[in-house]
């Protein structure tokens, strides 16, 4: 779809598109939109920043089928914007074993989770994964892993991975096709704190920010000043 959101209010069992109703406003997100906004959001954490574009598919995936991917990242912002552990490796018998992750968000490592299934999944048989299974940023593995060649079974304390006989799946699946489609339907309220999160990673606006895009600095009649990298505040080219 090409817009960024549709409104459209649920009564009952009906629709009503427009309606005043803000209790039950709900807005019919694109895809796109919804891993932009995501997307930056990520960038406001401290999960690592080549890590943050696999994180946003891990939410975008658990909204999309239903796991309460949007509210999930809410919930565990504060301390996603504080220190957090990295994964370790470790071969034993059952396969890789993936480090209790209780003590912190599953979401800050739930990529490298997805990682470690793929590279674990035997040829014939099953490997397990220590996991907390119960959280939404695990569950929403299962159709990740499925885009990979991998089946994933989800319990309390674990992951089962296996080699998907029909190899790895080439196109959407339903609830993928439906959000490409006819995007996400998401409450109006909870996307709204999206968009409020995601702005907090833009740079204010400012006379300095007006005269620079990327990497470069422009004076008032376009010539280049200076060039500002990643890494380096741009207040030292001022």
């Known amino acids: 779809m090409s817009t960024t959101a549709v409104r459209t209010a649920a009564v009952g069992s ?3 598109p427009g309606a005043v109703d803000t209790d039950a406003d709900v807005l019919s997100v694109s895809v796109r939109e919804m891993r932009l906004m995501t997307g930056r959001v990520m960038l406001t954490t401290t999960v ?4 943050a574009a696999a994180a946003r598919d891990v939410v975008v995936a658990a909204e999309i089928h239903g796991l309460g991917g949007l509210a999930g990242l809410l919930d565990a912002l504060p301390a996603l914007r504080g220190p957090h552990l990295r994964p370790e490796l470790r071969y034993t018998a059952a396969g890789f074993v993936f480090p209790d992750a209780r003590a912190q968000p599953p979401l800050a490592t739930a990529a490298d989770l997805l990682d470690l299934a ?3 999944a035997p040829a014939d048989g099953s490997a397990r994964l220590a996991a907390p299974g119960g959280d939404w940023a695990v569950r929403a593995l299962v159709p990740l892993a499925a885009r990979h060649g991998v089946e994933l079974t989800v319990s ?3 992951l089962t991975v296996r080699r ?4 790895p799946r080439t196109g959407p699946d339903a609830a993928e096709h439906r959000a490409l489609s006819y995007g996400v339907r998401v409450p109006a309220a909870l996307w709204h704190r999206v968009v409020a999160e995601a702005e907090s ?3 204010p606006d400012s006379p300095l920010s007006r005269t620079h895009a990327g990497d470069s600095l422009f ?3 376009g010539e280049i000043l200076a060039e500002v990298g990643e ?3 741009v207040g030292v080219a001022s």
Do not use: Y
């Open 201 to 203: 990673a833009l740079t």
């Open 219 to 221: 004076g008032p009649g």
């Open 48 to 51: 690592p920043f080549g890590s």
């Open 164 to 167: 998907a006989t029909a190899g």
């Open 156 to 158: 309390r304390d674990e």
């Open 14 to 16: 009906a629709e009503r």
């Open 118 to 120: 793929v590279a674990a």
């Open 231 to 233: 890494d380096e505040p």
